[in-house]
C-alpha cells in the first residue's frame, strides 16, 4: 500500500505523462526554404512517432508555429508549409501513451522569455517531473500541457527571464532535470542541440553545403540524408551545441559524462538505414542474426523475418545457419494500430490485416521466424497461428535479443513489468504460450559483442533491471498504474 503522499505523487504523475519515443529536428539554414526541409526531416523520422507533428519557424523575432494531430503527410501541405518562412526551424514527430494523446501536447512547446519566444522539441523522458513541476510551480510558472517537454521549456525560460543568455538559461535549467532527453531548441538568435550526461537518446548533426553555416540536427541520420545533408557527428552525452549565423559552437555542460544510448534504438526502434558507430543499423541487425545462429541453431527448411524489424536479423541468421532465407510473410503497410479497429472481432484477427502468409511458401515446411523482440506475447501467438493455419509443420521462433523484462522509463513505450510476459514467465512457459515448437532468445552477451563497442556504453535496463538513471520508488510504481489502450 503507498502512502497519502505517493499516491498524490502517483496521480502527479499521470497528469504530467512525460514524452514516449519520437523524432527531433533542427535546421539551420538562411535562404532556404527551412520549413519545407524541416517537413521532409520529420518525414523520415516518421517511424518514431505517429501520433501527431509540429514545426516552429523563426523569422527573426517572428515566431511561426503549427502543430496538430497526426502523420507528418496529414499535417501539413504546400500552403501551410509556406506560413512558416524563416532563416532556421525545429520540429517534432510525437508518440505518447494513453492519458496525454491531445493536440494541447504536441510539439514544438513555445513559450515566452525576455529574449523573445523560444520553441522546443524533446525526445525522452524526465524521471524526476514531479519534483521539477512542484519546483516551477512555487516560482509562480504555470502550464498548458500535460508533458515534461513543457517543464524543460519553462524551466529555461525561468533562466533566460532571470539575467541570463541562451546558453547559460539553458544550461541552469538543465541541471534541474533527471533522466533521458535529446534536444532541438529555437531561438530568435538561433538553435540549440543538447544531450543528457548519459546520452541516453540519439541525437546527430549534419551540414548543408560544405564549409557553409547550414546545419542540421535530426535523431537520425535518415533525416539528414532526406534533404541530402553530410553527417558530420552525433551530439555528444552532456554536450550543448550552439548554431547561428557565426557557425557552430560546442560546450560540454556535464563533465562526468557517461555514455549509455539505449540499445533497444540498435536493436528495433532506429531505421534500419540510419548510422550508429560508423555502421548501419541493418548491419548490426544482421549480425545479431548471425551470432543468433551460432547460439541457437535447429534444423529446418526456411528462415523468414517478421516484416519489417525481424528481417536483418533473419539474413543474418540464414546467412549463418545456411538454410534458406524467404518471405513467408507480407506486410500492410497502410493498416494503423490494431487498438483501433472498430470491433472485437476486428482487433483479435488484426494480426491478419496486419500480416498475410504466403500458403505456397510455407506449405509443408519447417519454419524459423526471426522477430527482434516478444514483449506481450500476444502479436507473436497470431503470427505463430497463422504460420500453421498456412501449412508450416514446424515453427520455431528465434528473438534477436534477451527477453524484455523491465519497463523503459527513458523514452520508449514498453508496458508496466506485470505486462511484460519474460518477467513473469519462463522461456518454456513462454514457448508454450505462444505455440511454437522451440523458442530462444538471444544472450546479453552476444547482443552487446555485436555491438563492437565497450558494453558499458549502451543502456540495457529493458533487459536487466539496471537503471544507469536512478527512477523514483514513485515513478515505478506509477508505470503499474497507468492506464494502456
Same mark, same amino acid.
Given at each position: ?47 518514431? +512517432? ?7 519557424? =523563426? ?10 494531430? +497526426? ?19 525545429? +520540429? ?81 535549467? =538543465? ?311
Amino acid at each position: 500500500m503507498t502512502h497519502p503522499r505517493e499516491d498524490q505523487q502517483i496521480e502527479q504523475y499521470r497528469a504530467d505523462k512525460p514524452e514516449e519515443a519520437c523524432g527531433v529536428f533542427g535546421l539551420y539554414a538562411p535562404e532556404t526554404e527551412v520549413s519545407k526541409l524541416t517537413y521532409f526531416g520529420l518525414y523520415a523520422l516518421q517511424h518514431r +512517432g505517429q501520433e501527431s507533428a509540429g514545426i516552429a519557424s =523563426f523569422d527573426g523575432d517572428v515566431v511561426h508555429c503549427y502543430k496538430e494531430m +497526426g502523420l507528418v503527410s496529414q499535417v501539413f501541405n504546400e500552403t501551410l508549409l509556406k506560413t512558416l518562412p524563416g532563416t532556421h526551424a525545429v +520540429g517534432h514527430t510525437r508518440y505518447s501513451t494513453t492519458g496525454s494523446s491531445r493536440r494541447a501536447n504536441a510539439q514544438p512547446a513555445v513559450v515566452d522569455t525576455r529574449l523573445g519566444k523560444l520553441a522546443l522539441a524533446h525526445n525522452g523522458n524526465l524521471v524526476n517531473t514531479i519534483d521539477l513541476r512542484k519546483l516551477l510551480e512555487d516560482r509562480g510558472c504555470d502550464f498548458v500541457t500535460t508533458t515534461d517537454s513543457e517543464m524543460i521549456a519553462v524551466a529555461i525560460a525561468q533562466e533566460v527571464n532571470s539575467g541570463k543568455d541562451w546558453l547559460q538559461g539553458s544550461i541552469d535549467a =538543465f541541471a534541474h532535470c533527471t533522466g533521458a532527453y535529446s534536444l532541438v531548441i529555437g531561438t530568435p538568435s538561433g538553435i540549440i542541440g543538447a544531450r543528457d550526461p548519459n546520452g541516453v537518446r540519439p541525437l546527430v548533426i549534419g551540414t548543408i553545403d560544405e564549409g557553409t553555416t547550414r546545419y542540421v540536427l535530426a535523431s537520425e541520420t535518415c533525416g539528414l540524408d532526406i534533404i541530402g545533408a553530410e553527417y558530420l557527428r552525433d551530439v555528444e552525452p552532456g554536450e550543448l551545441v550552439w548554431i547561428t549565423e557565426e557557425g557552430m559552437s560546442s560546450l560540454h555542460w556535464a563533465p562526468k559524462s557517461e555514455r549509455k544510448l539505449c540499445v533497444f534504438e540498435m536493436i528495433y526502434f532506429a531505421r534500419p538505414d540510419s548510422i550508429v558507430h560508423e555502421e548501419s543499423l541493418y548491419t548490426y541487425r544482421t549480425r545479431l542474426g548471425e551470432r543468433l545462429a551460432v547460439e541457437s541453431i535447429v534444423d529446418a527448411d526456411l528462415v523468414m523475418g517478421v516484416p519489417d524489424s525481424g528481417i536483418p536479423a533473419a539474413i543474418g541468421f540464414s546467412r549463418v545457419s545456411g538454410i534458406p532465407y524467404a518471405e513467408g510473410l507480407i506486410k500492410n503497410r497502410y493498416v494503423g494500430r490494431t487498438f483501433i479497429q472498430p470491433t472485437q472481432h476486428m482487433r483479435e484477427s488484426g494480426i491478419k490485416m496486419k500480416l498475410n502468409p504466403l500458403k505456397d511458401v510455407l506449405q509443408g515446411k519447417r519454419i524459423v521466424i526471426v522477430d527482434d523482440s516478444i514483449v506481450r506475447g500476444t502479436t507473436s501467438r497470431k503470427i505463430v497461428k497463422a504460420l500453421r493455419d498456412a501449412g508450416a509443420t514446424e515453427v520455431h521462433m528465434r528473438i534477436s535479443s534477451p527477453p524484455v523484462t523491465h519497463p523503459c522509463f527513458y523514452g520508449i513505450d514498453t508496458d508496466s513489468q506485470d505486462q511484460l510476459i519474460a518477467s513473469t514467465k519462463s522461456v518454456q512457459e513462454i514457448q508454450d504460450l505462444i505455440g511454437v515448437d522451440t523458442l530462444a532468445y538471444l544472450s546479453p552477451e552476444g547482443m552487446l559483442k555485436a555491438t563492437g563497442e565497450d558494453p558499458k556504453n549502451f543502456c540495457t535496463a529493458c533487459f536487466n533491471g539496471d537503471y544507469p538513471i536512478a527512477i523514483p520508488d514513485a515513478i515505478k510504481r506509477s508505470k503499474l498504474m497507468l492506464e494502456k489502450v
